[in-house]
């Protein structure tokens, strides 16, 4: 038999196959495949001549620009070798003898950059001579991850790159460590929308994402003192080669000012209205090309930076007010700074609004001036070549801005307008949580966008009258659906803005979507049945099998013959028929020993905790909150450990020996005025400092935090998971994502009956999947009661509490402690911590058995195929956009092109 070392060498051979370069000849990487000419837009050629002879000119100008560059850039090894060192000496000035990874790392990555760029710039001609419909996806945040490794996979050139860096001395997986996660994202929103993206692209549709540059992140999670500390996260402290700064792509931004009337429309007779004053903020792109997966297509992100207007006043400076001389520039520069800085006040409440504003409000303009650059558009067939989807309520704004830039700008009437507007955007939910629902204090809206604020009451008037039309005596109705909330001060619901002012709205769960249209907009359903949807949430299957778990993926191209299922997913259910076979659950076993012991050399590294790679790898990542229960698994963990020394003081050995060594691991970060989450970090740490250093404890129980969770310690994570932790209170959580990710790679999950977690069952099956506690009927019940008939708390539950109380973990948390006594229980972790245990030991006996816990695995992995974001992507297609794919091809390969 093999040793570890061998089986190590073994897996890395067959990884290397596997992120191999299939139809890599097929995807341009021939110095003779000639770029498309015909797609070269002549409306970009100005030429300052008389018609006749600027059609001449502009003909021998494109045969000329053309001809320089007529065939891709070359993609053989040498070629590759050429073009990273020209980049290390000509692009970043640096001496190429000089042993530096970050150096090539950044060199390498222009590399890359140079080829998606030319099939970026070719497909953009060709959609635009197709004169196809886009879809703009706007997400207030992108958790993109690492793009080296992502963008080589794409063109199928990995291997290539891999053998051109070793033989000038670096190993790619080295230079891979070099780069930093992009700060444009926190959690699951913002990976959602980044694997769309790629899905889009992939599908070939055509596409772009909009979004923020945030200067510093959402902030960098380190632990001090027991304690999540906050730091900005200089991601950008090194350059970011994967974009391309537009300075050529700026806008104006307004905001604050007052209104002025200026008379009556002549066709309407409305009043005609200025906005004045105020300040202006210029927004400048920053562009991000997104590659499909060995296809040519490649769309873009586009990010918005904040400058401002007047960036340095040479007066004030002259006067000696040296402050006030760049005064609007400390204003500006801070809009795009953050990602969801803290609105526990007024101030950050107003920075908020005005960083939503400000990247919707650039977003728009750039789509309508994309669209009027051909001169047969007309704004009133926008929606047939324009959908905006909003990710969640945080672009709702979207809604009045557009309203006036066709009022105002495009001089169009109230009914045309909303008929575009209407039409052309549809809203995607993520919450069912009527608190997590975005609203906005009408004095700010008020103060920061007074003419929107007139546009949103025009909006309400017109839609009240709607409801008024349909029930004519139900005022409560009225109150209930209104955009404005009667309240003090009155509040901004954008949520309903959101729904009024799209053709559609789709929830990410079919729970999810039932509890929008049963509990969360009732009213808006019963009115609208049809302008409501469900769209499964899903993940990009080739980012988190095929680049985060090489070793699985071999595994499985290997048994099924293929690595066909990179593109269909829906090959691995050939696996179901093999799951028992005892050679593939050894390749199975190998693969996952491989990336624990990964994950463990990690855990050394970075926490400084050894732990035991032949343990359970029971894993909890994903943003710290109350309604995702990270409390209820910590107060398990302690109470795992108050067993373990229970047994020991009675001497049970027997019992002792059937304990399943474990190895609990925790990520994520806790925003950074959730103080209550916070709390749960402390907690955390205090127990795994106590579990940690207990000699008595040995390897049965480990507890590790690792700090400043982020996509690429996903991507190494997740691989080396055995079972994975999703347990939120049942009705809070609106699909989730990551537990799809774990499945497919090859985790079981542990998990309540929430969000995506009852359709993960119903496809992998009952046996396959570890569930417990209330459902969401009985949360509800349960949570109308709770103050007026306390329930009795599970006796294991409070025994975990008086040990913490008593000072055994350090500090007493008593705050965490009294959330937790009947009545005020609102999570329902005492309600569901009995069967959150039991539901363990069903885990523990099950891993006991490897080979059926391995069948399980593989099972689980198989039945994902509907989970994928591909899958979602043509959903939202034809359901929501009516848009088909274009797929774009080289025309072919020449000899000659002189």
């Not at 000849?25 to 837009?41: E, F, H, I, M, W």
């Not at 599908?203 to 960098?220: P, Q, S, T, V």
């Not at 008379?263 to 590659?291: Q, S, Y």
């Not at 988190?544 to 990179?566: C, E, R, Y």
């Amino acid at each position: 038999e093999e040793g570890e070392e061998e089986t190590c060498a073994r897996i890395e051979r067959e990884v290397r196959d596997c992120l191999g370069d299939p139809n890599a000849a097929q995807l341009g990487n021939d110095p003779t495949l000639l770029r498309q000419k015909s797609y070269v837009d002549e409306l970009e050629m100005e030429v300052d001549e008389e018609e006749e002879q600027a059609d001449e000119k502009k003909k021998l100008m494109k045969e000329k620009l053309w001809k320089l560059m007529c065939t891709y850039l070359p993609c053989d090894v040498l070629s590759l070798q050429k073009s990273i060192v020209q980049h290390v000496e000509y692009t970043l000035a640096r001496r190429r003898y000089k042993k530096d990874k970050g150096s090539f790392y950044q060199a390498t990555a222009v590399s890359v950059r140079d080829r998606l760029i030319e099939r970026w710039t070719d497909t953009q001609q060709y959609l635009s001579s197709k004169d196809t419909k886009r879809v703009y996806y706007l997400s207030l945040e992108y958790l993109l991850g690492r793009n080296l490794q992502n963008a080589m996979s794409c063109l199928a050139l990995r291997n290539r790159y891999a053998a051109a860096l070793e033989e000038l001395g670096y190993k790619l997986e080295e230079l891979t460590e070099e780069e930093r996660d992009p700060g444009l994202g926190s959690g699951g929103l913002g990976r959602l929308a980044s694997c769309f993206l790629d899905s889009l692209a992939t599908l070939n549709y055509a596409a772009w994402g909009y979004g923020i540059r945030y200067k510093y992140g959402m902030f960098e999670q380190r632990l001090i003192g027991r304690a999540q500390a906050e730091f900005p996260d200089f991601w950008l402290k090194e350059g970011y080669p994967w974009e391309v700064e537009r300075p050529d792509v700026q806008y104006l931004v307004k905001m604050y000012g007052q209104l002025e009337e200026d008379g009556k429309d002549p066709v309407t007779g409305r009043p005609r209205v200025n906005w004045v004053g105020g300040e202006d903020v210029i927004a400048e792109g920053f562009d991000i090309p997104v590659p499909g997966f060995h296809t040519w297509n490649t769309n873009n992100l586009r990010l918005w930076t904040s400058k401002a207007s007047c960036e340095f006043n040479l007066g004030s400076f002259n006067d000696g007010q040296y402050y006030a001389a760049i005064g609007e520039k400390e204003r500006s520069e801070p809009l795009t700074s953050v990602l969801y800085p803290c609105d526990n006040n007024a101030p950050g409440k107003e920075l908020r609004l005005r960083q939503q504003y400000f990247y919707v409000s650039a977003t728009l303009q750039d789509i309508l001036r994309r669209y009027k650059k051909r001169p047969e558009h007309s704004l009133l067939d926008l929606p047939r070549k324009v959908a905006i989807q909003l990710n969640e309520t945080h672009p709702a704004i979207a809604i009045p801005e557009f309203m006036r830039l066709l009022l105002d700008e495009e001089c169009l009437g109230w009914k045309e307008a909303w008929h575009i507007t209407q039409n052309t955007f549809a809203y995607t939910n993520h919450t069912v949580m009527p608190e997590a629902l975005e609203v906005w204090p009408l004095p700010l809206m008020e103060q920061l966008l007074p003419r929107h604020l007139t546009i949103i009451y025009e909006i309400n008037h017109h839609f009240l009258g709607e409801v008024r039309a349909r029930w004519p005596a139900d005022q409560g109705r009225v109150a209930r659906m209104s955009i404005i909330e009667e309240s003090e001060p009155k509040l901004i619901k954008m949520a309903h803005l959101a729904i009024i002012g799209c053709h559609r709205v789709n929830g990410v769960a079919q729970v999810h979507t039932g509890l929008l249209c049963s509990s969360l907009f009732p009213d808006f359903y019963e009115m609208w049945p049809q302008k409501f949807v469900n769209i499964t949430n899903g993940v990009n299957h080739r980012r988190w099998m095929l680049q985060a778990n090489p070793a699985m993926s071999a595994v499985i191209s290997k048994w099924l013959g293929t690595h066909d299922w990179i593109h269909d997913l829906g090959l691995l259910a050939r696996l179901k028929d093999l799951s028992s076979n005892p050679e593939l659950q050894r390749d199975w076993q190998e693969a996952k020993m491989y990336n624990k012991r990964k994950l463990a050399d990690f855990i050394k590294r970075e926490c400084g905790i050894v732990v035991n790679a032949a343990a359970m790898f029971d894993v909890h990542v994903k943003r710290i909150h109350e309604y995702k229960r990270q409390l209820m698994n910590i107060l398990g963990v302690a109470y795992r450990y108050l067993r373990i020394l229970s047994l020991q003081q009675e001497g049970n050995t027997e019992a002792l020996g059937q304990m399943v060594p474990r190895v609990v691991i925790f990520a994520g970060k806790a925003a950074p005025n959730y103080f209550v989450a916070k709390d749960v970090i402390k907690l955390v740490l205090a127990v795994a400092g106590r579990v940690n250093n207990d000699a008595r404890i040995g390897d049965l129980l480990k507890v590790v935090f690792i700090p400043n969770y982020n996509v690429s310690m996903a991507e190494l994570i997740i691989p080396g998971t055995d079972v994975s932790q999703h347990i939120s209170t049942a009705g809070f959580e609106a699909s989730g994502t990551s537990n799809m990710k774990f499945c497919m790679n090859g985790s079981l999950l542990l998990g309540s009956r929430d969000g995506a977690n009852l359709e993960i069952e119903q496809s992998i099956g009952k046996d396959n999947m570890f569930m417990f506690g209330a459902n969401t009927k009985e949360v509800d019940q349960l949570r109308r009661i709770i103050n007026f008939r306390k329930p009795q708390m599970d006796g294991r539950l409070r025994w975990v509490l008086e040990e913490i109380l008593s000072g055994r973990f350090g500090a007493t948390f008593h705050d965490l402690v009294n959330s937790l006594q009947p009545g005020n229980d609102g999570y329902m972790v005492g309600h569901d911590f009995g069967s959150y245990l039991e539901a363990n030991e069903v885990v523990d006996s099950i891993f006991k058995n490897p080979p059926a816990w391995t069948t399980k695995c593989i099972d689980s992995c198989a039945s994902m195929s509907r989970f994928s974001s591909d899958r979602c992507i043509r959903e939202y297609a034809e359901k929501i956009w009516q848009v088909v794919p274009h797929q774009f091809k080289p025309p072919g390969k020449v000899a000659n092109v002189d």
